[in-house]
C-alpha cells in the first residue's frame, strides 16, 4: 500500500526545553497507526510537531511522496494532511451544516463543496438528522464526530487525531471508532493518539508506544496488546 506519512527523525521543542527526541514512522493508505503513551511522553506534540504548529522541529516530513517540512498548517491542509485536537474545537454557536461549511473553507468551488457535504453527512448519519442545530448543544462524542467529519471537506489522505475517545461515554466511543475505520475503508492513512490503549489497538493496524518523546517500540497492533510490558505499564495488568 502507498506510504501517506513518512516521518524521519522528527525533533520538537518548547522554547529550550526539547520534547521529541527523533521520531520515525510512517503511516500507509487503509491503515490505523495507534500512538499509546503515559501522560507527558510527547504524543500531542508529535501530532502538532508534524502539522506545523510547535514553535521549533527539525527532521523531515513527506506526505504521499512530497517533501512537506516547510509548509505551514494552511498548505499542509491544502496538500491532504488533517488534524483534528485534542481538545474540543467545533464552533459551538454555529449549526453542524456551518461548521461543516467553514471545515471546507479551501474548497473554492461551491458545488464541489456542497456535494462533500452531501456525503459526508451520508457517512455520519447521526449529523444528517440534526445538520441545523447548534454544534454545542451536542453530546461530546457528537462534537467529535463533527470534527471529524469536518477534516473530510478537505478530502484528505492523512487524518491524525489525538485522543478522539477523550471523555465520551463507552457507547460514544464505540461509535466514533466505527467511524474511524470507515475512514479507513475508504482508503485514508490514519495516525490517532489514544488513552484508551485497549479499544484503540484492537481496531489499529500498528501501535507505537511513546516514551520521553521518542518510539520506544512499535509492532503488529495485535502483537502490542499480547506483549507483558505493554500489558503492564499501558493496559494496566500485574
Ligand atoms: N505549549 C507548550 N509549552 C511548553 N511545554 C509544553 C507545551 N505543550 C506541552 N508541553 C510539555 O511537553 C511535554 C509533552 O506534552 P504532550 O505532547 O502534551 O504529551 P502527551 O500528549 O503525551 O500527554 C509535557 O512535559 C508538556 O508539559
Ligand atoms: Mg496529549
Not at 517533501?67 to 454557536?93: C, E, I, K, W
Not at 493518539?193 to 508506544?209: F, H, P, T, W, Y
Request: overall charge positive; proline content about 3%.
Amino acid at each position: 500500500m502507498t506510504t501517506v506519512l513518512y516521518v524521519q527523525e522528527l525533533c520538537a521543542s518548547y522554547g529550550a526545553r526539547r520534547i521529541l527526541e527523533g521520531v520515525n514512522l510512517q503511516v500507509r493508505a487503509g491503515e490505523i497507526v495507534t500512538v499509546i503513551g503515559h501522560n507527558g511522553a510527547g504524543k500531542s506534540t508529535l501530532l502538532r510537531a508534524i502539522f506545523n504548529l510547535v514553535p521549533w522541529r527539525s527532521g523531515k516530513i513527506e506526505l504521499l511522496g512530497h517533501d512537506v517540512t516547510r509548509l505551514n498548517s494552511d498548505r499542509l491542509l491544502g496538500a491532504g494532511m488533517a488534524y483534528v485536537p485534542q481538545h474540543r474545537s467545533v464552533f459551538p454557536r454555529l449549526t453542524i451544516e456551518e461548521n461543516l461549511q467553514m471545515g471546507g473553507y479551501l474548497v473554492s468551488d461551491r458545488q464541489l463543496l456542497a456535494e462533500r457535504i452531501e456525503r459526508v453527512l451520508g457517512l455520519f448519519p447521526i449529523l444528517k438528522s440534526r445538520s441545523g442545530q447548534m454544534a454545542g448543544s451536542m453530546s461530546g462524542g457528537e462534537q467529535r464526530m463533527l470534527e471529524i467529519a469536518r477534516t473530510l471537506l478537505q478530502d484528505p489522505q492523512l487524518i491524525m487525531l489525538d485522543e478522539p475517545s477523550i471523555g465520551l461515554a463507552p457507547r460514544m466511543v464505540d461509535a466514533v471508532f466505527d467511524n474511524v475505520q470507515l475512514l479507513r475503508s475508504e482508503g485514508k492513512a490514519i495516525l490517532m493518539v489514544e488513552q484508551n490503549v485497549k479499544k484503540a489497538l484492537s481496531i489499529s493496524d500498528r501501535g507505537c508506544v511513546m516514551e520521553l518523546g521518542a518510539i520506544h517500540m512499535q509492532g503488529q497492533a495485535g502483537e502490542l496488546i499480547g506483549n507483558e510490558q505493554v500489558a503492564r505499564l499501558y493496559l494496566g495488568k500485574r
